[in-house]
T-cell receptor, first 112, second 115 residues
Framework: DGGITQSPKYLFRKEGQNVTLSCEQN?????MYWYRQDPGQGLRLIYY???????QKGDIAEGYSVSREKKESFPLTVTSAQKNPTAFYLC???????????FGSGTRLTVV | AQSVTQLDSHVSVSEGTPVLLRCNYS??????LFWYVQHPNKGLQLLLK??????LVKGINGFEAEFKKSETSFHLTKPSAHMSDAAEYFC?????????????FGKGTTLSVSS
């Protein structure tokens, strides 16, 4: 079955450490997105990519980095510059010409 | 600029009674509108979408929503709540989803269903 796979499901980060969240899709979707979810805040856009080797900052990109070397993959790195990284992170994708976004099941990141 | 406002952060209903989750939007263009549902620690599932066709949109699990341009609203309804409907619901707007532009999310409404 096609879908989006996010891993790991739970991730713990020490202070000052960089961590990378994985997002892989086998839907042949063109565009991919990273959102951050905090209680009562809805989802806020971190980065998005509409084609391979290109990506744009969203509303809250500071302290995060991404790459899009393959169409199927859009990893998110949470750097030590992100001062409050504890949150639920969701990856999504869409095929150009479609209206339906597909979401992964999320990664919960906690700073310890 | 696009924006979406969910008018209630929390709605509580009894099982078998109607559900109404309210959403107002702001958009410079003819928007596409969506409702997503999220169960605890899960990803988001699309309930329904409006993309300039029929103004009354039917979705999964008995939910439906009506696009009212004059009121800039897209309220979500269900005639009879079920315990399994308890979740968080997001109203979402996008000016150009076909072009791959990002979705704009409301802050969510938590639906509680009591027996």
């Amino acid at each position: 079955d096609g879908g989006i796979t996010q891993s790991p499901k739970y991730l713990f980060r020490k202070e000052g450490q960089n961590v990378t969240l994985s997002c892989e899709q086998n839907l042949n979707h063109d565009a991919m997105y990273w959102y951050r979810q905090d209680p009562g805040q809805g989802l806020r856009l971190i980065y998005y990519s509409q084609i391979v080797n290109d990506f744009q900052k969203g509303d809250i990109a500071e302290g995060y980095s991404v790459s899009r070397e393959k169409k199927e993959s859009f990893p998110l790195t949470v750097t030590s510059a992100q001062k409050n990284p504890t949150a639920f992170y969701l990856c999504a994708s869409i095929s150009r010409g479609d209206y339906g976004y597909t979401f992964g099941s999320g990664t919960r990141l906690t700073v310890v | 600029a696009q924006s979406v406002t969910q008018l209630d952060s929390h709605v509580s209903v009894s099982e078998g009674t109607p559900v109404l989750l309210r959403c107002n939007y702001s958009s410079s263009y003819s928007p596409s509108l969506f409702w997503y549902v999220q169960h605890p620690n899960k990803g988001l599932q699309l309930l329904l979408k409006y993309t300039s066709a029929a103004t009354l949109v039917k979705g999964i699990n008995g939910f439906e929503a009506e696009f009212k341009k004059s009121e800039t609203s897209f309220h979500l309804t269900k005639p009879s709540a079920h315990m399994s409907d308890a979740a968080e619901y997001f109203c979402v707007v996008s000016d150009a989803p076909k072009a791959g532009t990002a979705l704009i999310f409301g802050k969510g409404t938590t639906l509680s269903v009591s027996s």
